[in-house]
């Protein structure tokens, strides 16, 4: 098992199942558990999911055919999706107060951040002290996020936060000095794989991202319309394909028309107002 896991994993399953049963015996937990799933499976959020687990398998297959992914890459593959592809996309997906939302989840994404997690991934504590490690940085971590949002806990914001630093530098240098070590292990090209792989999948997933992002923002923008015209069919797909064809796929355009020109549109009598408040400057706000 040792083999397939490492013990940080291991840890991270044994304390998962824990909480997990712990949770299943609490009937409050249960029902908030039920409710997420049914949110979960909901068609905006179950359909984009599957789209972009099938968008990544099909990258896979086509990192396959060039030999850059291969079996034993598995494991790493579904925590990148799980925990980071994932979650990464929809974030983006959800963002609507940030301009360029991808850009700025990517560089995030593909900082220095990114070497930690890999460096400090491969090179783990023994299992006893995994089994203590992991539950520990889970609490301050939980501590730390809550306490950020919290005004009044803002006094444990910071040596909660302070401890993390310790706890993550004390990782790195620990890594670091095992890679000086033990660097013909660290330099073969299967760990250059490992390395590389999760950067290649995070940029494979922009195009995928960046398509469920507008694909979400026209629907918006489309139910605005339905609101706005509701007594006018004709009217309602006047303003879609005038605005479809006027944005194409520029997200902010998009945006912009939501954020503005869309919420005129109810003073509309005719196509003439329709196109002098959705393509003129600063028509909305006369």
């Known amino acids: 098992m040792t083999e397939l896991f490492n013990n940080r994993e291991i840890a991270i399953a044994f304390w998962t199942t824990i909480f997990f049963v712990w949770a299943s015996s609490q009937k409050e937990i249960r029902r908030s558990f ?94 006893p002290i995994e089994l203590v490690f992991v539950p520990m940085v889970t609490i301050l971590t939980a501590v730390y996020t809550y306490a950020s949002f919290k005004t009044q806990y803002k006094k444990v914001e910071h040596p909660s936060g302070t401890l993390l630093a310790i706890i993550g530098i004390a990782m790195i240098t620990q890594a670091l000095i095992r890679i000086y070590q033990d660097f013909d292990k660290f330099g073969r090209f299967d760990t250059l794989i490992d390395f590389v792989l999760p950067l290649i999948l995070t940029i494979s997933i922009i195009p995928a991202t960046y398509l469920l992002m507008l694909y979400a923002s026209y629907e918006l923008l489309f139910l605005r319309i339905d609101f706005a015209l509701e007594s006018s069919i004709e009217m309602r797909r006047y303003a879609k394909k005038l605005l479809t064809l006027h944005c194409y796929f520029r997200i902010g355009k998009v945006r912009e028309m939501l954020k503005g020109r869309a919420n005129h549109l109810y003073r509309c009598c005719s196509k003439k107002d329709i196109r002098r408040i959705l393509l003129t400057k600063n028509a909305s706000q006369g």
């Open 34 to 127: 039920f409710q997420l799933v049914k949110t979960f499976v909901s068609p905006k959020i179950i359909i984009p999911f599957i789209l972009l687990l099938t968008y990544s398998f099909l990258v896979i297959l086509l990192l396959r055919e060039i030999h850059i992914w291969s079996l034993p890459n598995l494991k790493e593959t579904i925590y990148w999706f799980f925990f980071s592809g994932a979650i990464t996309a929809f974030t983006i997906i959800t963002d609507e107060k940030t301009e360029k939302p991808i850009r700025k989840n990517v560089r995030e994404l593909l900082t220095i951040t990114v070497v930690l997690e890999f460096v400090v991934n491969t090179y783990v504590f023994n299992l």
